[in-house]
């Protein structure tokens, strides 16, 4: 809580109202519990995958219902919120590839993107688990 010139206690700022903001902190809340959830069932592999996928859909999804103006990502630059859109689909992807057997090439949407091979990566990750 901010204070204005006359002292009175002032609610911070959100683009969404706050009935959208809390609906996404909820998701975001609940993809943390999912992710959590993936390690304490790491010992089922296909239980854990399910629970990461959820997490992160959660947790995006949370993101976007917060309508944001910039998204900063882990790897690249600073970007718009189609960013959120455009890790969705990412993990997605990641996801139904570790789930099927076999080597799999990095899609074209990703092949351009820095740290590519971090793709195999992330599958085998996944499949690790």
Same mark, same amino acid.
């Given at each position: 809580?901010?204070?204005?010139?006359?002292?009175?206690?002032?609610?911070?700022?959100?683009?969404?109202?706050?009935?959208?903001?809390?609906?996404?902190?909820?998701?975001?809340?609940?993809?943390?519990?999912?992710?959590?959830?993936?390690?304490?069932?790491?010992?089922?592999?296909?239980?854990?995958? $399910?629970?990461? *996928?959820?997490?992160?859909?959660?947790?995006? /999804?949370? +993101? %976007? &219902?917060?309508?944001?103006?910039?998204? @900063? !990502?882990?790897?690249?630059?600073?970007?718009?919120?189609?960013? $959120?859109?455009? *890790?969705?689909?990412?993990?997605?992807?990641? /996801?139904? +590839? %570790? &789930?099927?057997?076999?080597?799999?090439? @990095? !899609?074209?949407?990703?092949?351009?993107?820095?740290?590519?091979?971090?793709?195999?990566?992330?599958?085998?990750?996944?499949?690790?688990?």
């Amino acid at each position: 809580m901010a204070a204005d010139d006359d002292r009175r206690a002032v609610a911070p700022a959100f683009s969404v109202g706050w009935t959208a903001a809390l609906q996404g902190l909820a998701s975001i809340g609940a993809g943390a519990i999912h992710a959590a959830a993936a390690g304490i069932h790491a010992e089922h592999p296909t239980l854990s995958r $399910l629970f990461v *996928a959820i997490a992160v859909a959660q947790i995006l /999804v949370g +993101l %976007a &219902a917060l309508e944001p103006v910039a998204v @900063v !990502p882990g790897h690249g630059p600073p970007a718009g919120p189609e960013a $959120l859109a455009t *890790a969705r689909r990412y993990i997605e992807a990641v /996801v139904e +590839l %570790a &789930a099927s057997p076999g080597d799999h090439e @990095v !899609p074209e949407e990703y092949a351009g993107w820095e740290f590519a091979e971090g793709f195999k990566q992330n599958i085998e990750a996944l499949r690790a688990r």
